[in-house]
Structures are given as structure tokens and as C-alpha cells.
């Protein structure tokens, strides 16, 4: 490499720049308006340098140049000092609304492009592709997040996914089709290299504006097609993925041990001459579960529904429970860790309290008496029995403190009658400035109403954990469920006395949002479709209730008033190929901008290469029902970005339920950089504005959504059909194929007796009777 010039030194870059010039003229006492337009000039040359391809240092002296001219002074920077100045007092005054200013938005952009480091905000969700972040996140220690070097080691598949996207920018649609067509019609034209070229040039520069007329006259549904609508991209999976397990056995037995309400529903007379294992394994059935990880515990949480059923019916529950459990990092289960209450105050003193108890029970010392003594054996027996009066107490005490896991819920219900209990929990993450607790999200039986409800718990409170949502100016379906939780920023608490609120997605199709409140349940409609006037053929009834939905992971800065959140709703639909019901996961993109929700990108189903558990797990066919449903998002982590292509290493954790019996862990990887290519691969509105087409957009993504979902249950059931086994007959099916047997051999023989076959001096081929030898 050559020399830098003297010029370009770091010397004289730090002497010679626009802020040293500007520090020197603060600071000298001859501080003339010579001097303070220099110092002003300076200040702007840092500024609009940002803008072009020259150094602050280049632009400071190019304008320097002409700065000493009167006629450039007079014409040109005083009246843009004057713009500049009025800008600002705007940009001021809105901030004052509530709102950034001007300046702190162009802040934020430079930092998050040009910074190295996370921005608050940037001003187009497309500016996420241009984020720099990788000085920040590359150098970020993973020690407290839940990656593991098994999750870094694994080996993951690479899928293609298929979604399709709404809020198609139709101006620009257009432009691009007419681009495209009059492409075509120059090159159908070509005779030679020369004219390629006129082509080409004809093609770049010129719109033809009769076919710009035509096509501004067509609608929405007729220019877009679902091709256009189309997006490919990829994601991985882990191969390997852990199966969540649990036992039933401890659990019917610690039941037993209360002698409570409980155990009196889980007992039956006529169980009496059966053994426990025969218990277990025809009426007590686990469903999956679900997951999210906490930071602060350094573990996972996974809650998931446990049915006891009299009939011995998994889908025919007697009453149904949430069971708890704690997994590590590597998804190994913690027997007996202990989460403290957030509305409790743990005394200072516990410990020593706890271990002064040892000293009240007076729990005896039996080294003094020999060994192989009858003393001995004795004073063993009553110690051991002091030390477990004693564990009770001291569990008792601390069960006022902490939740210890693993446990049974203590949701409350009516069990007067089959069908009872809470039922298909999910769990979400509620974090505050100081705290994070699970919220755990089911559908019950509600005694009062007589109808099915929807209910949170908040298993890390000890006053009024349970809360029943009830909907405001709205009459609730007889079965309320498959509600999918996600925080908007506006619910946090404002107070110490509120718990704040929570949003749910109530439906897909039509979109319909609200608003909750963790303190009394009543929910508010914010979105629905009387918003977008939407008519009822715009509804599809097979997009249900899946993971929760969380924003994009805190490491990325957000995107000026708006919001945007990924989840995995359920697809559920019936005879299209695979059975008579279908459960798939989906992948859903919601954004919202001045309280209007729209579904951005929607991947009709995901199957992760799983062979399904049929129903009676013993086949992996296409029977009658066929369950692959998402659970939960258990976190989601960036762990490094490539500074050359800005492309994310990004982590996710699902947990899907096979069969509605198997939990499994599943690793996904680059579901980031999945959600952000719409935005380099889609001409995309930066916002879904209400209009008199809102009806056409949605209708059209509808469509095409119900399209690739049974497009992907046929496919999976032609490569899953069921093996039709013959029938086994009858015993009078039997007998009439044994006669009939019978009677066609006697047949055989008598034709072969009628032929010359059987005249003196023939030998008989005995594999073959008719062949002479």
C-alpha cells in the first residue's frame, strides 16, 4: 500500500475538522461573525455530508471555499439557516406532542446504519436489511440466554417455505408488470445485437402510458395473482429434537396423598381390583406443553394438560389439570426448584427460622450408641421420622414463598360432571423493568355462566392469581378458546396496583384484535372487521389459536410508529386429503401502525420433516385425525450478524404437540431473516391504510392462504396413505371358503382321472400333472 498524504494523516483530520474549527472559535477571544460563520458552516458540514458520498473534513472545505463570498453568504446560508432553524422549531414542537424530534430521528437512523450499535428506532421496516448491529451482537455474551453448545452443534435441515404476503404496494405492481410486458414486446422485436441494445435502453426509459390507464382501471384482485403474492424463502430445523416426558405415576399418587376435593375425582370404585400401572395406562393421558424460558430462573418453565377420564378416552376428559415442570438449559428436567412468589415478601430471616426448627424438633444425634445396638436401630427409626415431620413443616412454611416445581396448579373449578377443568393451556412471557413472570392462558368450564370461558393464571402469585376475560358490548360464543396472546407496548402498568393489559388475536379471519385487563378481565374489541368494512366471504375459519406472538428480538431497534410481532397459529382443516382432520403450525407476521392490525406475511403450514403419530399412535398414516399443533415460542435470540451481507444467526425454540400426546422440542434458525426478506423480495406498503380495496387485499391473501394449505395436506397424505389390511373373514366366512375349496379340488381330481393322463404306461409329473415326462 502507498503512503497516505500528508493531508489525509489522522493529524490533520483531527486539526483541520469541522469540529476542531468549531472548538477553536468557541474558545478564542477574537470570537468574530467571521468566525461564528465558520463555526455554523462547520456544524452543517456534518450534517449534509451524512447525505453525500464526501467526508465531513472534504465537504467542511469545499463549502469553506465559497463561504468567504458575500453573494454566497447573501443567497444562499442565511436563508438556509433560516430553513434549517424553522424545521427544527417544528420538529421541537412535535416532540413536545409526544413524538421524537427531527433531529432525534435522523440521530437514531445514522446510529442504527452507520453506528455499529442498536437504534431505538428506524423509519421503514425495509431500513431493518441495512442495520449494522454486528459490533454489538457478535460481541455479546451468551453465558445467561438459553443457546447451548448443543444447539450450536446440531444438525439442522433446510427448508423451503411458501407464504404469501398481503399489502401489496398495486402502483408499483403495476409499473413492474407494464415494465415487463413492453421488456417482452422489445425483445420479440430484435434483429440484431444493436437493436438489443435500443431494447434495453427503450425498456428502462420508457412507460407506456395508454397501458398505464388500462391497468390503473383494474382492481386489486384482478392484477394480483397468487404467484405475485408469493413468497419463497428458507428457514432450518433441528433433526434431533428432545421429547418432553413426564410421570403420571407420581402425579395420581400425590393426589392420593392430599385427601382433598381432588382426590375424591380422581378415585373410582371400580378401579379397586385394578393395579396402578392398568390405571396409568387406560385412563390418564398427557398432552403437549408449553414453554418459555426465564432469564431470571435460568431455566424453562413448560406447562402442559394432564386428563384423567373414567371412560378411557383421552378426547373424553373427567377433568383436566395443568401440570408444571422446570427444565435446564439442555431440556433436563429440575426436580424441586423453587421460584419465589413476585406478591410476596420473603422474610430476611428464612433460612435461620428453617434451621431452628431442626433444633425444636429436637431431632437426635445417634452417634453415641454402638453399632449393631437395639439403641441404634431404634434412635434411627425415630430420627427418620422427626426428619420427614420435619420436611412437611419446613415445605409447608417455604410453599407460602415459593411455587416449587414440578406441581399441580391449584386452579380452582367445579367437578360436578365429566369435562371439567382447565384445558389446552398456553403460556406467554410478561416482562416488567424488574420482573418476568409466566401468564398461563387456558379454556374452562365456567360453573356461574355454564359456558365454556377463556381464564390466565399467574402461577408466581400468591393473590388472586386467576383471572376470567369476559368481552364488553359483545355476546361470547358458548365455547370460547384458541385466543392468541401478545403484549402491545401500551400495556404496561402505569401503577404498582396494576397488573396492566394483555392483546389477544379473538380471530384470524376476519382479524379481530383486544385489548384486556389483567385486574378485572373485561376485554375491549380495539380491531375487528366493521374497521376495514370487510364483507363475511373475507372469513376463514381454519387459521386457530397457536404459540403466543413476540416481537422481533429485542437486539434489532423497533421501526418508527409501528409494531410487528411473529407467531404460529393453528391450521386446522378436515378433509383434504389426510384424514378427516388436519392440524398443521403456521407462520404469521402481524404488524400494526396507529391501532391498525394487518397479517403481513402468512405461511399456510409447516410440517418440520415429522412423520406424524397417527391418533391411536401406532401407525404414522393418514387416519382420522392427524395433530401436529404448535404450542409455544419458547424464546427467541440473535447471536451474531454478518457484517458483509447483514444477514442474522438467529435462534428459536418451539414446542409442538404430536398426536396431542408427544411434546418435542424444535430448534429453528434464520425464522429472522425469513420474516425481514419480504421486505427486499416484495414491493410492500410501508403501511395498510383502510380503503375501499381493504375488502379486495385481504380476500386475495384468503384465497391463496386456503390454496397452499390444502395444496400441503394433499401432498403429505399421498406420501402418508393408509395401508388397507385385509379383512379377517368370519368363521362362517371360513367354512364357505373351505368348501368351496374343497369342492374345486374334487373337480381337479376328477379331470385328471377322465384324461389319458392316467392310462397304463404314463408317468405323472407330480409338480405338473398334465406334463408327460
Excluded at 445 to 457: L, V, W
Excluded at 560 to 573: A, Q, S, T, Y
Aim: glycine share 6%; charged share 30%.
Amino acid at each position: 500500500m502507498g503512503k497516505v498524504p500528508p493531508s489525509d494523516s489522522a493529524e490533520s483530520l483531527i486539526e483541520s475538522s469541522p469540529e476542531a474549527d468549531a472548538r477553536r472559535s468557541r474558545t478564542s477571544d477574537n470570537y468574530t461573525p467571521r468566525k461564528a460563520l465558520k463555526t455554523a458552516t462547520s456544524l452543517l458540514a456534518v450534517a449534509l455530508a451524512s447525505v453525500t458520498d464526501l467526508s465531513p473534513r472534504r465537504y467542511f472545505h469545499q463549502v469553506r471555499r465559497l463561504c468567504y463570498g458575500r453573494r454566497f453568504v447573501a443567497l444562499v446560508l442565511l436563508p438556509l439557516s433560516v430553513l434549517i432553524l424553522l424545521v427544527v422549531s417544528l420538529a421541537q414542537m412535535h416532540s413536545s406532542n409526544g413524538s421524537d424530534s427531527l433531529l432525534q430521528q435522523h440521530l437514531g437512523y445514522m446510529t442504527s446504519f452507520y453506528g455499529n450499535g442498536a437504534a431505538t428506532l428506524v423509519d421503514r421496516k425495509k431500513d431493518l436489511l441495512k442495520v449494522d448491529l454486528s459490533a454489538k451482537i457478535n460481541s455479546a455474551s451468551l453465558a445467561r440466554t438459553p443457546i447451548t453448545q448443543r444447539m450450536l452443534n446440531d444438525d439442522y435441515m433446510l427448508n423451503i417455505l411458501t407464504g404469501f404476503v398481503s399489502n401489496l404496494d398495486l402502483d408499483e405492481h403495476k409499473k413492474e408488470l407494464l415494465r415487463q410486458n413492453h421488456k417482452n414486446h422489445a425483445l420479440h422485436n430484435i434483429t440484431d445485437d444493436a437493436d438489443a441494445n435500443v431494447a434495453k435502453e427503450v425498456h428502462q426509459n420508457i412507460i407506456d402510458v395508454k397501458a398505464l390507464e388500462r391497468q390503473g382501471r383494474k382492481s386489486y384482485d384482478s392484477v394480483v395473482t397468487c404467484e405475485d403474492l408469493s413468497y419463497n424463502g428458507t428457514i432450518m430445523h433441528s433433526i434431533d429434537n428432545p421429547i418432553l416426558s413426564d410421570d403420571l405415576l407420581s402425579i395420581r399418587r400425590e393426589i392420593l396423598k392430599q385427601g382433598d376435593w381432588l382426590t375424591r375425582e380422581v378415585k373410582d370404585d371400580r378401579d379397586k381390583d385394578k393395579t396402578e400401572e392398568e390405571i396409568i395406562d387406560t385412563q390418564w393421558f398427557r398432552f403437549g406443553g408449553a414453554s418459555v424460558w426465564l432469564e431470571s430462573e435460568q431455566c424453562y418453565v413448560v406447562y402442559s394438560r394432564v386428563v384423567y377420564s373414567r371412560v378411557k378416552r383421552k378426547n373424553h376428559p373427567h377433568i383436566s389439570l395443568v401440570r408444571a415442570q422446570a427444565f435446564d438449559k439442555d431440556w433436563n428436567e429440575i426436580i424441586g426448584k423453587k421460584i419465589p412468589y413476585l406478591d410476596v415478601d420473603i422474610p430476611r430471616n428464612l433460612q435461620q427460622e428453617l434451621a431452628q426448627l431442626d433444633v425444636e424438633m429436637g431431632i437426635e444425634n445417634c452417634d453415641r450408641f454402638a453399632q449393631g445396638s437395639l439403641e441404634l436401630e431404634n434412635c434411627n427409626v425415630r430420627r427418620a421420622k422427626a426428619v420427614l415431620l420435619n420436611e412437611k413443616k419446613k415445605d409447608k412454611i417455604l410453599s407460602k414463598y415459593y411455587l416449587t416445581y414440578p406441581t399441580i396448579l391449584q386452579i380452582p373449578f367445579y367437578a360436578d360432571g365429566d369435562w371439567k377443568g382447565p384445558e389446552d393451556p398456553r403460556v406467554t412471557l410478561r416482562q416488567g423493568e424488574n420482573f418476568e413472570e409466566p401468564l398461563v392462558l387456558f379454556n374452562m368450564y365456567d360453573h356461574a355462566e355454564g359456558k365454556r370461558r377463556m381464564f390466565s393464571f399467574m402461577p408466581h402469585r400468591k393473590i388472586d392469581p386467576l383471572v376470567k376475560f369476559s368481552i364488553l358490548d359483545r355476546k361470547q360464543r358458548n365455547d370460547e378458546k384458541n385466543w392468541s396472546p401478545f403484549f402491545h407496548p401500551s400495556d404496561r402498568a402505569v401503577s404498582k396496583l396494576s397488573r396492566g393489559f394483555i392483546h389477544f388475536i379473538y380471530s384470524f379471519g376476519p382479524l379481530d384484535i383486544m385489548r384486556c385487563s389483567l385486574n378485572d378481565g373485561v376485554c375491549e374489541m380495539v380491531f375487528d372487521a366493521k374497521t376495514l368494512a370487510l364483507s363475511d366471504s373475507n372469513s376463514f375459519g381454519g387459521m386457530r389459536g397457536g404459540t403466543q406472538f413476540v416481537k422481533l428480538p429485542a437486539s434489532l431497534p423497533g421501526v418508527r410508529n409501528k409494531n410487528m410481532w411473529v407467531g404460529f397459529p393453528k391450521l386446522h382443516i378436515k378433509d383434504c386429503g389426510c384424514g378427516k382432520i388436519f392440524y398443521r403450525p403456521m407462520l404469521d407476521v402481524l404488524v400494526e401502525s396507529g391501532g391498525v392490525y394487518h397479517q403481513e406475511l402468512v405461511v399456510p403450514a409447516i410440517g418440520f420433516d415429522i412423520d406424524v403419530l397417527s391418533w391411536d399412535l401406532k401407525s404414522t398414516e393418514c387416519m382420522e385425525t392427524n395433530i401436529l399443533s404448535p404450542n409455544s415460542i419458547a424464546h427467541w435470540n440473535v447471536i451474531n450478524q454478518n457484517p458483509d451481507s447483514l444477514m442474522f444467526d438467529d435462534f428459536m425454540t418451539l414446542t409442538v404437540s404430536e398426536s396431542d400426546t408427544l411434546t418435542k422440542v424444535i430448534t429453528l434458525r434464520g425464522v429472522l431473516n425469513y420474516v425481514l426478506g419480504i421486505y427486499r423480495e416484495k414491493q410492500i406498503k410501508d403501511d395498510f391504510e383502510p380503503s375501499l380495496e381493504s375488502d379486495d387485499i385481504i380476500g386475495k391473501t384468503i384465497s391463496c392462504l386456503i390454496g397452499g394449505a390444502e395444496q400441503h395436506c394433499a401432498a403429505y397424505g399421498q406420501s402418508h396413505k393408509r395401508i388397507e389390511k385385509p379383512r379377517e373373514l368370519t368363521p362362517e366366512e371360513k367354512k364357505a371358503l373351505e368348501k368351496k375349496l374343497e369342492r374345486e379340488n374334487k373337480e381337479k381330481l376328477e379331470d385328471i382321472g377322465k384324461s389319458d393322463l392316467m392310462k397304463p404306461g404314463h408317468k405323472i409329473n407330480l409338480l405338473d400333472p398334465k406334463k408327460k415326462e
